[in-house]
């Protein structure tokens, strides 16, 4: 498979079946605390990464990277967590659509909530927040490896939101785990249509094997 036709499949999954998938590499992919802004609006793409640090004397730009980010290209930001400034508000928003950025991902807090929604722009984020970022934290490095909830997150690495949450599939895993998940959807569409027809669960679940569907192979 071409990486264009990876991300492309992986975009008809969701987070659910994929998270069970990973776990079935024995692989931790989920990014506890990271929730949508915009409900109903998916992210499946290919992760642009940026470090956050605290201001010293010296100061340093917020959000200047983004002229950098190529279309289609998810932004991963570790602000290792910090919930009392945000490092992403509607002018950068703005700027995203514009050039065609798939989403936002966020280690910290967002602000401009209203102007943020107004877009339909996928963010995701710890929470929201007024307090400005500019001279209390600045970027001091990018495509380089960061950590988003304690899941390392490489620059290309698979990133997969939903209204579900977000998860990290490290791209050298992205084929296994495509395959493996795909598995896991298709069974548990075959559960659905037994139920459908008016099988238990019980039953239904263990034709299909469910309970081991994620169990590490």
Same mark, same amino acid.
């Given at each position: 498979?071409?990486?264009?036709?990876?991300?492309?499949?992986?975009?008809?999954?969701?987070?659910?079946?994929? =998270?069970?998938?990973?776990?079935?590499?024995?692989?931790?992919?989920?990014?506890?605390?990271?929730?949508?802004?915009?409900?109903?609006?998916? $992210?499946?793409?290919?992760?642009?990464?940026?470090?956050?640090?605290?201001?010293?004397?010296?100061?340093?730009?917020?959000?200047?990277?983004?002229?950098?980010? *190529?279309?289609?290209?998810?932004?991963?930001?570790?602000?290792?967590?910090?919930?009392?400034?945000?490092?992403?508000?509607?002018?950068?928003?703005?700027?995203?659509?514009?050039?065609?950025?798939?989403?936002?991902?966020?280690?910290?807090?967002?602000?401009?909530?209203?102007? $943020?929604?107004?877009?339909?722009?996928?963010?995701?984020?710890?929470?929201?927040?007024?307090?400005?970022?500019?001279?209390?934290?600045?970027?001091?490095?990018?495509?380089?490896?960061?950590? $988003?909830?304690?899941?390392?997150?490489?620059?290309?690495?698979?990133?997969? *939101?939903?209204?579900?949450?977000?998860?990290?599939? /490290?791209?050298?895993?992205?084929?296994?785990?495509?395959?493996? /998940?795909?598995?896991?959807? /298709?069974?548990? *569409?075959?559960?659905?249509? /037994?139920?459908?027809?008016?099988?238990?669960?019980?039953?239904?679940?263990?034709?299909?094997?469910?309970? =081991?569907?994620? =169990?590490?192979?």
């Amino acid at each position: 498979m071409t990486d264009r036709e990876i991300v492309e499949r992986f975009s008809k999954l969701d987070t659910t079946s994929v =998270s069970d998938a990973m776990d079935s590499i024995g692989k931790p992919c989920g990014l506890l605390g990271i929730k949508p802004i915009n409900y109903g609006v998916k $992210i499946c793409a290919r992760a642009f990464t940026v470090h956050y640090t605290p201001c010293g004397e010296v100061k340093g730009t917020v959000g200047d990277f983004l002229d950098d980010v *190529a279309p289609g290209d998810v932004v991963v930001i570790d602000n290792g967590g910090r919930e009392y400034c945000t490092v992403w508000g509607d002018l950068m928003t703005l700027v995203a659509v514009r050039n065609k950025i798939a989403g936002t991902i966020i280690d910290g807090v967002c602000r401009d909530v209203p102007g $943020i929604r107004k877009t339909g722009y996928p963010i995701y984020s710890r929470s929201h927040y007024m307090v400005t970022g500019k001279d209390r934290v600045f970027v001091d490095y990018i495509n380089k490896p960061v950590a $988003i909830s304690g899941i390392q997150v490489k620059p290309g690495d698979l990133i997969l *939101a939903d209204d579900s949450g977000v998860i990290c599939v /490290a791209w050298e895993l992205a084929q296994k785990a495509l395959e493996a /998940a795909e598995n896991i959807a /298709a069974k548990e *569409a075959g559960i659905e249509q /037994a139920i459908e027809k008016g099988e238990t669960l019980k039953n239904a679940r263990g034709q299909a094997g469910y309970h =081991s569907l994620q =169990s590490k192979k």
